[in-house]
């Protein structure tokens, strides 16, 4: 039977989603907790407004449709915490489109895919800020039941399915955003031994599949776009460590013994982050000089290593990727959400 995930209903709504936010200015000295709210409150809003068509027909996950909907969803819960007075209207916005990816039969995703190979899982990993996103957003309990539901039959395809599990065993970004989305999938549905699962294979496959000694993710670094996917692996893995950290363990300062662990990912990454012209491998084949963006990497890292020059970088950068292949391989774009969200307690 189905844990019902603890969510912001109409019925249960009273506004209490966050008092409205003014733009203030900046504070001038380097903090790890940057009042997100205040740096976002523009973009999130503007980004809500923008009209997002609901499908009529099925769409594939790396459909112009699919990347509109994984963009508002997350932007419409973000605006419901800098602006309350309207978060009704911004849940029954996204509720529509809800229904029509998980819940009306002509449109929905399907919970069980067939694909000839695992690389569409990867196009999939934008859903997990749409799974984050859910529980800001005034539903109502049948949308809730529905959606519940959904997660739930693709968590299982995802946990059982060969051709999953040939990208959950990936040594790159295509076994990170596995590991995102089951995350993500599991927390949301409840589903305590997959959250465990999860863990597990982050400290005992993950990184020492993908970290090198020197931080390095060496399977992207054969890639076509080595310092792109680099990137876009940094920020699937750090939302993985949000999204598996407890109150009582922090996926952050796990490190095998002989050092590869997130720790030395972000500290050689933002190096590269503040300085592209010196990464020392092959340029990118496509839009190598429109990178890095505003990664949430360092925003998370910043935070849970106590490094406030990880915050100050990531506020100095562009948030908005205007291309449409740099957004698929930006999974997190409302951070807001995620260092919002409660932590589990186990």
Known sequence: MLKRPVMLTRRKFVGGAGAAVVQQALPAAPTTRPNIAVIDHDRILAAAKVPVAVPTARQAPDSAAFL????????LAAATLVDSANAPRYGERASAQLKAWFAAPETRLPTEPIYKDFEPILD?????????????????DGLIDQVTKWCAGYLAWLMANRTALLARDAKSRHGSGWLLQASALARFTA????????????????IRAQI??????????????????????????????????????????????????MRSAIARHSFYIKSREKWPYISDAMHFNLLPYRRPALLFAGRAYSEADYVTLW???????????????????????WQTQPRPAV
């Open 68 to 75: 509109a909907f994984t963009l508002s969803v997350p932007a």
């Open 124 to 140: 999939l990993a934008p859903l997990a800020e749409t799974i984050v996103a859910l529980p800001f957003l005034a539903l109502d």
């Open 191 to 206: 589903n305590d031994p997959v959250l465990a699962e999860c863990r597990h294979r982050y400290k005992t496959s993950t």
């Open 212 to 261: 090198d000694a020197n931080g390095y993710f060496m399977h992207e670094l054969t890639t076509e776009n080595p310092y792109r996917n680099s990137l876009w692996n940094l920020d699937l893995l750090a939302g993985v460590c949000v999204l598996l950290s407890t109150r009582f363990e922090s996926l952050w300062d796990y490190e095998l013994q002989d050092g590869p662990g």
């Open 315 to 337: 506020r100095t950068l562009n948030p908005d990727p205007a291309d449409a292949d740099l957004l698929r391989a930006f999974p997190i774009r409302q951070p807001h959400l």
